[in-house]
């Protein structure tokens, strides 16, 4: 994911349980209703007023987060046809699906929606001509959309449904030409994971159905489409054209539409952005080619040809989104000094864990996150040195401890349970940095030597396939412990307990330990501009200072450090943000115009989230957060609206100039 949260500082809350479980209606309730809902009812139809299909809709698929069966009927390939309107903020769009049936007899067959209208639907035998058939949609879920029910006739093998977005759609986002870098063009992106796809596409929106996929996408005169598949000539009608020949899940589908320019990074790296950003961003991420062989290296061959990066405008949601052949990336990421790209290594490490290898179920996050946050750190190590990875171990497990004092204890288990719950307001940082221990855990019981075979294996055997952590268990005990698992390597605790085992690997680093005391030193009494050699450190070394710094800071020692690092001015946004949550916590008032510029300019969700929410604990703080909130809401995701409207209790009823 999305670099969702990473890196929060230890005493902030990540994950947002405020979704839980709906009181509502489960997939059983759902479907029990779509089962009585009126065949003639205003959800569905049939072709020239016919009834629309009565049958029952199942609901024991294997993923609680999608309506779809596929063990009964899988979809194997997606071809989109898309117009990309602007004026309307709606996608018109056309999806053929081709599936095959794994049980006799007709379907039918079941799809993922959220705020679709669907036109029509069709259906068609091998090659044969479509003919219209019967569908119905079901009563919507606030989690999970609306199930989409599509007969099948004895025989079809293609769906066609033609179908608009709303406005309201969930992974769009519609940018205005203000809101972009060159102010001239509007712009659009995509987010969809976890369950964001069926928001602009039917599909069986989950990660255990893989699928191939073609697309045509159709924008305004002087704009550039992307998508995260191979780019094909243009058609005759203009349309940009795409094609993805290796099976993905639904939550790998993007899209981008804006004023793009490309610069080359290497034989197989570039990057896109608007022209204005290019440049800086080639600079910045100038080290991406070593990356990718530093991957090879380690993990086996990169299996997607090309990776290329999209710089998107300041309100992405996340840090970075591990789209195959087309990382998305926040502006964020452009410090000047090349010392946050630790989110490319993390985002290319997922060209192998989670897009080759990817969970089956959102239970199953860690199997994605967990490897990637391991893997990162091994191609960090190995391009930039140990020194860099040991202090970005050392950070993790900060964090990790600090989940402990916000989490409830189920949703410190890597495997928590998600049925029900939203999976962007379950899913936290312990699936990235306990799933990583885990593994360094186990790499250091049985040694690099055997634990590197065994990984690289691990994307061999499953490449291109979604696997469980039954999976992983299966081949830990086959193939790398031979049935002798190591003495005191209790898994079951790993999976299943809130604790973070006391066999976890130790970790530590020695430019810490050099900030710890300065830091020590400091807030004893010593002079900042005297004694801290801050103006050399890297990034990870000033997080380390901040992150530690008390939460109660005296005003006179934050202005001191201030007045010698201008921090209130700092570029680098991690370094900016940490800065201004510990002013928010201690009452220091010098941050206040940065601040506001902050809010309202970038909408990285693991910014808004903390700041907001310390903002939130007084009323002159709160009072403030609406106000800036009030100014900020129109430029942010739907996904990062969704979070501040929850810390705020936002009502847009009464907040009507917002949207």
């Known amino acids: 994911m999305p670099d969702a949260e990473r890196r929060p500082p230890p005493w902030n809350r990540v994950a947002e349980n405020g979704g839980g479980c709906r009181r509502a209606a489960g997939l059983l309730l759902l479907c029990a209703a779509m089962a009585c809902a009126s065949a003639t009812g205003p959800r569905g139809r049939g072709p020239g007023g016919d009834p629309a ?14 309506y779809s069966n596929p063990a009964r009927v899988r979809v194997r390939h997606v071809a989109l046809e898309i117009d990309v309107r602007f004026g309307s903020r709606s996608l018109a769009g056309t999806a053929v699906l081709s599936f095959e049936s794994r049980d006799s007899g007709p379907g039918p067959l079941l799809l993922d ?165 290019v440049s800086k961003a080639a600079w910045e991420f100038a080290d991406t080619e070593a990356m990718i062989e530093a991957a090879e290296a380690l993990f086996g061959p990169y299996r997607w040809e090309r990776y290329e990066l999209l710089v998107l405008p300041p309100s992405f949601p996340y840090g970075g989104m591990e789209n195959p052949r087309l990382t998305f990336a926040t502006p964020t990421l452009l410090a000047g000094d090349r010392s946050l790209v630790d989110v490319v290594a993390h985002e290319l490490a997922h060209s192998w864990s989670g897009n080759l290898v990817t969970n089956a179920t959102w239970s199953d996050f860690w199997l994605n996150e967990g490897f990637t946050t391991y893997c990162e750190r091994r191609i960090v190590e190995r391009v930039f040195g140990p020194k860099r990875s040991e202090m970005e171990w050392v950070l993790g497990r900060q ?90 390597l209790d898994l079951d605790s790993w999976l299943n307990s809130p604790a973070i085992p006391p066999e976890a690997a130790a970790v530590s680093s020695s430019a810490f330990a050099d900030v710890d005391a300065l830091r020590v030193a400091w807030l004893a009494g010593s002079r900042a501009a005297e004694s801290l050699p801050a103006k050399t450190w890297s990034t990870l070394e000033w997080l380390r200072f901040l992150r530690n710094l008390p939460r109660d800071l005296p005003l006179a020692k934050s202005s001191e450090l201030d007045r010698a690092f201008h921090l209130s001015e700092a570029l680098n946004s991690e370094i900016a943000f940490q800065w201004l949550l510990l002013s928010i916590e201690s009452g220091y008032p010098g941050t206040q115009a940065r601040l506001d510029s902050f809010l309202t300019s970038i909408g990285r969700r693991k910014y808004l989230k903390p700041l907001y929410e310390a903002l939130a604990k007084t009323p002159a703080g709160r009072e403030r ?16 609206v969704e979070t501040v409207d929850r810390i705020l209790s936002w009502k847009p009823s009464e907040n009507e100039s917002d949207r």
């Not at 299909?53 to 999608?66: L, Y």
């Open 53 to 66: 299909p009565s049958a029952s809709v199942r609901s024991q698929g294997p993923d609680p987060h999608s």
């Open 399 to 488: 964090t990790l401890e600090g989940l402990s004092l916000s989490l409830e204890p189920g949703d410190l288990m890597l495997r928590p349970e998600v049925a029900g719950r939203d999976p962007d307001a379950v899913l936290s940082e312990v699936a990235y940095e306990k799933g990583a221990l885990l593994l360094l855990t186990i790499e250091r019981a049985v040694g690099r030597e055997r634990f590197d075979p065994f990984l690289r294996g691990w994307f061999d055997a499953h490449a291109f396939r979604s696997a469980t952590t039954a999976d992983f268990l299966s081949d830990l005990d086959q193939r790398l412990f031979a049935g002798a698992r190591p003495p005191g």
């Open 113 to 277: 929606t959220r705020d679709l209208t669907i036109l029509s639907a069709e259906t068609a035998a091998g090659r044969g001509p479509f003919t219209p058939a019967r569908f119905l949609l079901g009563p919507s879920d606030p989690i999970l959309g609306a199930p989409l029910s599509i007969d099948l006739p004895s025989g079809a093998t293609r769906a066609r449904i033609r179908y608009e977005t709303s406005p309201r759609a969930s992974a769009l986002q519609w940018l205005l030409p203000p809101q972009t870098a060159g102010k001239r063009h509007p712009f659009l992106f995509t987010q969809s994971q976890a369950i964001h796809a069926r928001s602009w596409i039917p599909l069986q929106d989950s990660p255990g159905v893989r699928q191939t996929w073609s697309a045509s996408v159709r924008v305004p005169a002087g704009l550039t489409a992307l998508m995260s598949a191979a780019r094909l000539d243009r058609g005759s009608d203009g349309a940009f054209r795409f094609e993805m020949t290796s099976p993905v899940p639904s939550y790998l589908i993007a899209l981008a539409a804006g004023d793009l320019a490309f610069a080359a990074l290497g034989p197989r790296a570039g990057v896109w952005s608007e022209p204005s950003v």
């Open 625 to 640: 957060a609406v106000s800036l909130y009030r100014r900020a809401r129109p430029g942010y995701h739907p996904i990062a």
